[in-house]
């Protein structure tokens, strides 16, 4: 089973963080971009169902303890957190593939993280991801990094 960590998606018009609740992390806010596609902000109006600030559980890795890139359904767990949020690697497919994958497979959220450690944050954007209803974020190597590691040390 994957290790989880509990992650609360917040997003205001100035301010985006996502926070990490369980394993405590110091700071608990990782900063991050917002997909041009999908919700923009809690409650966006274009997207009835968008989400509210959300906790839980973060799924990162695949049944034989991978790292998940977000885009074969095959390699996703069979079973999941009744909440939960993929943490998917950069790459190998595009942005709203991943977001779709994310969200045909039941996730509140889909968190991408760069493939490089080069600090940068990037827009994720696609023209054609009008069936995306779930929030999608991007964050830098490091802190993706960071998660996992708390992650392998949650018993």
């Known amino acids: 089973m994957n290790r989880l960590a509990s992650l609360l998606l917040l997003s205001t018009l100035s301010v985006h963080g996502l926070v990490v609740d369980r394993p405590s992390l110091d700071p608990n806010v990782i900063y991050h971009a917002v997909a041009e596609f999908g919700p923009q902000v809690l ?3 274009k997207f009835p169902a968008s989400y509210p600030a959300v906790t839980g559980s973060l799924v990162a890795l695949s049944p034989k303890g991978t790292p998940l ?6 390699e996703l767990p069979t079973k999941y957190p009744d909440v939960w949020f993929l943490l998917a690697e950069r790459g ?3 942005f709203a593939a991943k977001a779709e994958l994310a969200q045909e497979a039941g996730a509140v959220g ?3 993280y760069n493939s490089i450690d080069d600090g940068e944050l990037v ?4 023209e054609d991801s009008n069936d995306i209803i779930i929030p999608s974020i991007f964050i830098t190597n490091e802190a ?3 998660l996992m590691q708390f992650m392998a040390q949650d018993p």
């Open 69 to 74: 890139d977000g885009c074969d359904a095959s």
């Open 92 to 94: 190998n497919c595009n």
């Open 110 to 112: 889909v968190i991408v």
């Open 123 to 126: 827009v994720m954007h696609e």
């Open 43 to 45: 409650g966006d109006p």
């Open 144 to 146: 993706a990094l960071d």
